[in-house]
């Protein structure tokens, strides 16, 4: 059974940084997009970003862009998620996703959350002002 933990959130000032990590168990990561999304209190969950199986293309959600970096390292069945310059806004419950479909380059439905397979259950970042 594949679980995806995800860990690295906490509280931090605006302007702070953080590294979220998801590990992967039950199976590899290898042929997989990874994606990021995050979900606000009140507000549906939104797409952050996703990265290719081979690690070689990223895309972000506007509000991502310069600020939200994803990597991954196959060979730790992980994949990060680096947040900078956060801001309040930013605050919210952020989850990882895997699908087995190549999204990555599919601009049009890597940002469904129905095309990922499995999730994880979060974790909490908090940007205070």
């Known amino acids: 059974q594949v679980q995806l933990v995800e860990s690295g959130g906490g509280l931090v000032q605006a302007g702070g940084s953080l590294r979220l990590s998801c590990e992967v168990s039950?199976?590899?990561?290898?042929?997989?997009?990874m994606g990021w999304f995050r979900q606000a209190p009140g507000k549906e969950r939104e797409f952050v970003g996703i990265i290719n199986s081979s690690g070689t293309s990223t895309h972000y959600a506007d509000f991502a862009k310069g600020r939200f970096t994803i990597a991954r390292d196959n060979a730790k069945n992980t994949a990060y998620l680096q947040l900078s310059s956060l801001k309040p806004e930013d605050t919210g419950v952020y989850y990882c996703?895997?699908?087995?479909?190549?999204?990555?380059?599919?601009?049009?439905?890597?940002?469904?959350?129905?095309?990922?397979?499995?999730w994880g259950q979060g974790t909490q970042v908090t940007v205070s002002s």
């Open positions: 039950g199976r590899t990561i290898i042929g997989y997009s």
């Open positions: 996703a895997s699908a087995s479909r190549g999204l990555a380059s599919a601009p049009s439905i890597r940002t469904r959350t129905s095309e990922y397979d499995s």
